[in-house]
């Protein structure tokens, strides 16, 4: 099989790439050579598809996949596309849940409407982004795309730093505000279980590719964190109720974690009946928080993202996470 990646160096990207090889497959990558390196054997062309003429080193080549995580403007995916229209059998975008328009439903299936976004856009917004380039892709190669509508993505490589934060968090031991309950469910998709299905999957439009609610627990994830670092770590389990009222964000301040009935549980929470029908499967989780903490070992540091401005940090705040734990822990009158 000949693969085309467009980027190939980035967290999704990379796995990607990887994957192709280990199945020994012919892997091209195109980007602008600015950011990453490629494992060996990897054929790279260089180019920026934002650029007049930047699709040029393209041409003359023919794949029978390509994958896409493009997230800028959707005109530049729409571009991509009609450039590969007649050189690549089948095209495979990286698309995200974010692009569907609030507000959603928990459970909802990929029929739910999504954000108003154009084909031809400028850059917007992320989920703005990724709606309109799902409609540039899908104008162009009509029944050979796939529109993998990614969930929370996790593994090795990750470059937003969720799973890192909370794995050097509990690192560093002690007592940890843990957001409870420890059974509450979510759903992930490790990177590398992302591109194998991209690779695989014979699937076409929307789908949304996470794995089945209940696959993991915040119990379960914590629980393998304080395992895989050897960390004398004390999970103080805290109601949501206690953790919203002092003002912490699901998402951000404390990464991964979404209670049940807030506005955005859906991110966690969607249904994956057509993945599963495609071929998707996915690791357990503790596999995927091992993998993690060794690559972070190894790398020492969360790596920028490719292409793209960095965003804010994830996580709480040290001095925030011990007040609210001496908040817990206060006796009562």
């Given at each position: 099989?000949?693969?085309?990646?467009?980027?190939?160096?980035?967290?999704?990207?990379?796995?990607?790439?990887?994957?192709?090889?280990?199945?020994?497959?012919?892997?091209?990558?195109?980007?602008?050579?600015?950011h990453?390196?490629?494992?060996?054997?990897?054929?790279?062309?260089?180019?920026?598809?934002?650029?007049?003429?930047?699709?040029?080193?393209?041409?003359?080549?023919?794949?029978?996949?390509?994958?896409?995580?493009?997230?800028?403007?959707?005109?530049?995916?729409?571009?991509?596309?009609?450039?590969l229209?007649?050189?690549?059998?089948?095209?495979?975008?990286?698309?995200?849940?974010?692009?569907?328009?609030?507000?959603?439903?928990?459970?909802?299936?990929?029929?739910?409407?999504?954000?108003?976004?154009?084909?031809?856009?400028?850059?917007a917004?992320?989920?703005?982004?990724?709606?309109?380039?799902?409609?540039?892709?899908?104008?162009?190669?009509?029944?050979?795309?796939?529109?993998?509508?990614?969930?929370?993505?996790?593994?090795?490589?990750?470059?937003?730093?969720?799973?890192?934060?909370w794995?050097?968090?509990?690192?560093?031991?002690?007592?940890?505000?843990?957001?409870?309950p420890?059974?509450?469910?979510?759903?992930?998709?490790?990177?590398?279980?992302?591109?194998?299905?991209?690779?695989?999957?014979?699937?076409?439009?929307?789908?949304?590719?996470?794995?089945?609610?209940?696959h993991?627990?915040?119990?379960?994830?914590?629980?393998?964190?304080?395992?895989?670092?050897?960390?004398d770590?004390?999970?103080?389990?805290?109601?949501p109720?206690?953790?919203?009222?002092?003002?912490v964000?699901?998402w951000?301040?404390?990464?991964?974690?979404?209670?049940?009935?807030?506005?955005?549980?859906?991110?966690?929470?969607?249904?994956?009946?057509?993945?599963?029908?495609?071929?998707?499967?996915?690791?357990?989780?503790?596999e995927?928080?091992?993998?993690?903490?060794?690559?972070?070992?190894?790398?020492?540091?969360?790596?920028?993202?490719?292409?793209?401005?960095?965003?804010?940090?994830?996580?709480?705040?040290?001095?925030?996470?011990?007040?609210?734990?001496?908040a817990?822990?206060?006796?009562?009158?």
């Open positions: 099989m000949r693969l085309l990646v467009l980027g190939g160096t980035g967290f999704v990207g990379g796995a990607t790439v990887a994957e192709g090889l280990r199945r020994g497959w012919s892997v091209t990558v195109f980007n602008r050579g600015l990453g390196t490629t494992p060996p054997g990897v054929h790279r062309l260089r180019g920026d598809r934002t650029a007049p003429d930047g699709l040029a080193a393209l041409a003359g080549g023919e794949w029978d996949l390509v994958v896409d995580t493009w997230d800028g403007a959707p005109r530049v995916a729409g571009a991509a596309a009609a450039a229209v007649d050189r690549v059998a089948r095209y495979a975008y990286v698309s995200s849940g974010s692009v569907y328009a609030e507000p959603v439903r928990p459970g909802s299936d990929e029929d739910a409407p999504t954000v108003a976004a154009a084909p031809d856009a400028e850059e917004d992320y989920a703005r982004n990724k709606a309109g380039a799902e409609r540039a892709v899908r104008a162009v190669f009509g029944d050979r795309s796939l529109l993998a509508r990614a969930g929370l993505i996790l593994g090795p490589g990750e470059d937003i730093g969720r799973l890192p934060w794995l050097t968090r509990i690192a560093r031991g002690g007592d940890v505000l843990a957001p409870g420890a059974d509450l469910p979510f759903q992930l998709v490790d990177a590398r279980d992302l591109a194998g299905f991209l690779l695989d999957s014979t699937a076409t439009g929307p789908v949304n590719v996470v794995s089945r609610s209940g993991a627990t915040m119990g379960e994830l914590l629980d393998a964190c304080v395992a895989v670092t050897g960390s770590a004390r999970l103080r389990w805290t109601d109720q206690e953790i919203l009222a002092a003002g964000e699901p951000n301040d404390l990464p991964i974690w979404i209670p049940l009935g807030h506005e955005y549980r859906w991110l966690l929470e969607r249904d994956v009946t057509r993945a599963y029908a495609a071929g998707l499967t996915c690791r357990p989780v503790a995927t928080v091992a993998d993690t903490w060794a690559w972070l070992r190894a790398v020492g540091t969360v790596p920028p993202r490719a292409g793209r401005p960095q965003r804010a940090p994830v996580g709480l705040d040290p001095a925030r996470e011990a007040a609210l734990l001496a817990r822990n206060a006796p009562t009158a």
